[in-house]
């Protein structure tokens, strides 16, 4: 989980200039299976940032796409 919280967080901040991401939870047991949906919930620095991240693994051996709002 720990590069899929990363990922999620590089991904907000490049696309984001100024916003910085004080943390990132995922779930911490998902099977690895392609289809599996979860959900990583992310913290910004500033008050009111905060969302929830849909997360659908792409294959069986925990590739992943995410979707950040």
């Known amino acids: 989980m720990r590069n899929i ?3 999620i967080k590089q991904k907000i901040e490049t696309q ?3 916003t910085h991401v004080v943390y990132v939870r995922c779930p911490k047991s998902v099977k690895k299976k392609k289809g599996v949906v979860f959900t990583c919930h992310v913290k910004g620095s500033k008050p009111g940032q905060q969302a929830d991240a849909t ?3 792409t ?3 925990g590739s992943v796409h995410f979707v950040v709002p």
């Open 59 to 61: 294959k069986n051996n």
């Open 5 to 7: 919280e990363l990922g």
């Open 55 to 57: 997360v659908t693994e």
């Open 16 to 18: 984001n200039k100024g």
